[in-house]
């Protein structure tokens, strides 16, 4: 992990960091902890979020890990009563839970005529899509990101002071081919942080967005790197329309989250979709 290029200063500030036993959301609640506030790691499996928050703890930092659902108010609402009794009321929350999936998924990037109605190998094309696949995609990005400001920007809106950063995508700002599903739902990610920006304006809370290029987590590792290391065919096309000519890592993110958390750097910024994407969103391809 590389050394913060900069610091704020969030002491005596509660974060909680949703999809935080990932490997991006892990970092950023390390960076909020290193840069003062207390943090709760929120994951749906527990083993994931304990050992960031045990991290954080072991490096001189105050965290704790929870399981956590955020399609579910009720777990939510759980996890807001034990951050509240072990960690005090939340400031900052970093909407970071969110992932695709393989029924959301076509399996060519562009449909030929030829393939309507072919069910060999396994093809799906975009008539084969499954609602419940759709939904499930959709449900988990948008629903686990305005559920979650639901139960935790209430407390933020009553004391007049609170920031929101959401996780959005590059998929919003350009679909990518293959994942309707996921491009739809970080779509709708961006949207709903231009409105809730809007909504929250008069209560005193910030809401905002990091929209990540192109990362190498858990997640997406088989579908950029082949086993030996080396890129796969989509891993080489997204470096092609990468200008910096790299995938980003973690701590590239850094920077844009502790602007957008600090009420000193970006007190008069609200409503943005940020992107950290090594100029993906700005090349045209050719």
Same mark, same amino acid.
């Given at each position: ?8 200063? =969030? *002491?005596?500030?509660? @974060? $909680? !960091? ?10 950023? /609640?390390? %960076? =909020? *902890?290193?840069?003062? @506030? $207390? !943090? ?10 304990? /050992?960031? %928050? ?233």
């Amino acid at each position: 992990m590389k050394k913060n290029a900069m610091t704020v200063d =969030l *002491s005596g500030r509660t @974060a $909680a !960091v949703t999809g935080g036993g990932g490997v991006l959301c892990g970092v950023m /609640a390390e %960076a =909020l *902890s290193r840069c003062g @506030a $207390a !943090v709760a790691v929120l994951d749906l499996k527990k083993e994931a979020a304990v /050992a960031v %928050a045990d991290r954080i703890r072991a490096s001189g930092g105050k965290a704790i890990g929870l399981a956590c659902n955020v399609l579910d108010r009720s777990s939510l609402e759980t996890a807001r009563t034990e951050i509240e009794r072990e960690l005090g009321l939340v400031d900052i929350l970093v909407n970071g839970a969110g992932g695709n999936h393989p029924k959301g998924t076509t399996s060519m990037e562009r449909m030929a005529p030829e393939d309507i109605g072919k069910i060999a190998g396994g093809l799906v094309t975009f008539f084969d899509l499954e609602p419940a696949g759709i939904e499930f995609v959709f449900n988990l990005n948008f629903l686990g990101t305005l559920l979650p400001s639901q139960v935790f920007t209430r407390g933020m809106a009553e004391r007049r002071r609170g920031v929101v950063v959401n996780i959005s995508s590059m998929n919003a700002f350009k679909p990518l081919t293959k994942i309707p599903a996921y491009s739809a739902a970080k779509a709708a990610v961006s949207n709903f942080t231009q409105w809730l920006a809007v909504h929250m304006s008069e209560c005193g809370v910030r809401v905002n967005a990091i929209a990540p290029g192109f990362f190498v987590t858990e997640q997406n590792r088989k579908l950029m790197l082949k086993d030996d290391g080396s890129m796969t065919p989509r891993g080489n096309k997204i470096m092609e329309h990468t200008p910096m000519g790299r995938f980003g890592e973690p701590d590239d993110l850094v920077g844009a989250l502790l602007w957008l958390v600090s009420d000193e750097a970006s007190g008069f910024v609200t409503g943005i979709v940020v992107p950290v994407d090594g100029g993906f969103s700005a090349f045209s391809g050719v």
